[in-house]
């Protein structure tokens, strides 16, 4: 109307008066006749508004419709898992903060590594987990509006309805892509925004997927160890069998629906791929339960793992006695440099705790018992110079480098900025639902 089409204002009070006046029953009852989903609500609306049925998606196609809602319903569905995502990471920040300093054993192919701190390896997690907020902001911002382009995307039925005046039809776009809240409309299209759209929208949510799989697997490994565990409650029931039993349930569905996610994403790509030309229908069923089904899932997984990262509860005796199994034997170069300040051979002393250690490992592996290789080195009079210091070269802070100040540094840095445009969204603790 405003760009001079015979269009009044009855008409359009008519159709804003009737904008959620939805005849459900009568819309089923006309696409069972039409086999047309958008063409049995036109009817619909139109039976509501008399007066302006004859201007009803004019020049219009369905995917004028059904495309541009779908970007809204993306742009939206990024909109309510970005402070989903933002609470995780906040509540995973101040549990790195509170276990900076905790020395703990450090794994690299699931065997004894160099130590760590436990808040050292959360932030292993939250850097993932920053990653996915930034590609799901860049995801989110990147969406454009398929905006008023026509049956084949050559906006030539809007050119005939303003008699030929590309600058009208323009006009038209921009107006209509302002509306819907979008700064910009995609150039070109066919009958269907391009379906790489989809893959990059669900590429970064599989990804999202891959890191809380990662997250909560870990968590699994640890409370098999016993040193941290997801949050059980008091009357919670483990095992129907076995009553002393403390599953990750919680961990286990998280990874159950991470692998869902990631898998969805093959359908965009192979959507993406079997487009004819201007388009082909055989998108729009497999886009309806795809696209939607990613969504949800990553906002369940999301919900579980706020739960969990809000209870995680830790268990330093634990950690401490697994340390005092393996550190003797990390410790060892540091008992040789210490001796060799003391005035020792460098070379004969690695002989003496080489055969030490063998000895240690044998008790640990063939007889189960405590690594004792601390108490043979004080039982050793070869390593009288350095007994004092024992203890001081035993210290697990000693063995975990920089792990606390890079904690500090990263989420000072790049964690909390990373929060602030969610600050007021963080909410309460989340309770976990069946």
Known sequence: QSL???ITDEQIQEMEANLDNIDFKMAAEEEKKLRHDVMAHVHTFAHCCPKAAAIIHLGATSCYVGDNTDLIVLRDGFNLLLPKLARVISRLADFAEKYAELPTLGFTHYQP???TTVGKRCCLWIQDLCMDLQKLERARDDLRFRGVKGTTGTQASFL?????????????????TAKAGF???YIVTGQTYSRKVDIEVMSVLASLGASIHKICTDIR?????KEIEEPFEKDQIGSSAMPYKRNPMRSERCCSLARHLMTLVLDPLQTASVQWFERTL???ANRRVCLAEAFLTADIILSTLQNISEGLVVYPKVIARRIRQELPFMATENIIMAMVKAGGNRQ???????VLSQQAAAVVKQEGGDNDLIDRVRADPYFSPIHGHLESLLDPSSFTGRAPQQVAKFLKEEVRPALVPYQGKMG?????TL
């Open 113 to 115: 590594a160099q130590l």
């Open 428 to 432: 309460g603790k989340i309770e976990l």
């Open 348 to 354: 004969d002393c690695h002989e003496k705790i080489r």
């Open 4 to 6: 001079g089409l015979p």
């Open 221 to 225: 490994l640890l409370a098999n160890l």
């Open 160 to 176: 005939q309805l303003f008699e030929g005046d590309h600058t009208k039809v323009e006009e038209l776009d921009r107006l209509v």
């Open 183 to 185: 700064k910009r409309a």
């Open 282 to 284: 055989d998108d729009s």
